[in-house]
């Protein structure tokens, strides 16, 4: 694929690069930059005014794509829903459609999701929390629950019991300290038809991948990506015929493999270095892998590198667009 055509995608442009933490004005520019189809800089535009962060954005099998997002304007400190907005034309303008996870009382906050498709074609989100979100510790990580739309996200199903207890232990042998490990990333699909999900343990714990052999309905047989070391948000991605890539947050963003459709992983390379994460894989039409992540580095910015062998190698990276504060969760 040439570059003069691998680089020009609106489609992706227009909705993969999501929702940053916080609204402000541009930094300074990088040198190598992902252009639109007439050749300028991408600009970014205000999807959801005054809310916060952490979009999961899944799309539809009639082509909208939905947000999955914290609905507050603050990191997981003030009592907030989690919501979902949609967009019917390629992510230029949205519209709420529903609230797949509630509050459970008016000091909770809802915000750590993962989300995606299930085999039956329903919208699946995995949402978790913490319970005292004003105090100084944010209180506890809350279990997490599964909800479930037939509807496009318009009215949902919720689950609270739909993953067993006691919780997996985590790296070097401990519980996480919040008691539950928290949902991170695409909810997809394996090569035996069953549903992956990842999700990583507290402050202290590795990253799982989870299972669910029922349409999502239920979860369990967690695997490990690593219990020698500390994994948070792990981004998973299925290349098709068993094989899986994970981009782990740690001292940037490690990529892991697997060969036997998320059964066992191993570590296959560093990808970016540190302050540059989270990260999210997507297939291009051209069927090479684009991996999207945050630099917090200055000037900070949402960056991408392209694989056109699954994974074994990158390109150098480009920057799509700029951001100051927090931000950077191209989810």
């Not at 991408?42 to 539809?60: E, G, H, I």
């Not at 299925?238 to 994970?246: A, D, P, Q, R």
């Not at 782990?248 to 059964?263: E, I, P």
């Amino acid at each position: 694929m040439s570059s003069s055509n691998r680089f020009n995608r609106p489609a992706w442009l227009s909705w993969l690069v999501a929702l940053t933490l916080l609204p402000a004005p541009f930094a300074a520019a990088v040198e190598k930059r992902v252009k639109t189809r007439d050749g300028k800089q991408a600009q970014p535009t205000v999807a959801v005014d005054n809310v916060c962060a952490w979009p999961n954005l899944t799309v539809l099998p009639d082509g909208t794509i939905v947000a999955t997002i914290h609905n507050q304007p603050s990191h997981l400190k003030l009592p907030a829903d989690v919501d979902c907005w949609a967009s019917e034309d390629s992510g230029r303008t949205w519209a709420k459609r529903g609230t797949p996870a509630p509050r459970d009382n008016r000091r909770v906050a809802r915000g750590n999701v993962a989300a995606g498709l299930a085999p039956s074609g329903d919208l699946i989100v995995i949402a978790s929390g913490w319970s005292d979100p004003a105090s100084r510790t944010r209180g506890t990580i809350m279990p997490p629950i599964v909800s479930r739309s037939a509807d496009g996200g318009r009215t949902w199903a919720i689950d609270a019991n739909a993953f067993p207890e006691p919780w997996p232990e985590v790296a070097r042998g401990k519980i996480s300290p919040e008691g539950y490990v928290v949902p991170f990333g695409d909810i997809l699909e394996g090569a035996d038809g069953t549903l992956r999900v990842g999700f990583y343990g507290g402050t202290s714990g590795s990253g799982f991948v989870y299972r669910s052999r029922d349409d999502g309905k239920t979860w369990g047989e967690p695997v490990p990506l690593n219990p020698e070391v500390v994994i948070h948000e792990p981004a998973l991605f299925h290349l098709g015929k068993g094989k899986w890539l994970t981009a782990a947050r740690l001292n940037g963003l490690n990529l892991y493999v697997s060969d036997d459709d998320a059964k066992t992983w191993s570590h296959r390379k560093q990808l970016t270095g540190p302050q540059q994460h989270p990260g999210h894989f997507a297939r291009l039409k051209g069927r090479a892998v684009l991996l999207t992540y945050g630099n917090r580095l200055e000037p900070k910015g949402v960056d991408v590198r392209f694989s056109d062998d699954e994974g074994g190698t990158w390109s150098e990276p480009f920057r799509v667009v700029d951001f100051q504060g927090d931000g950077g969760y191209p989810s």
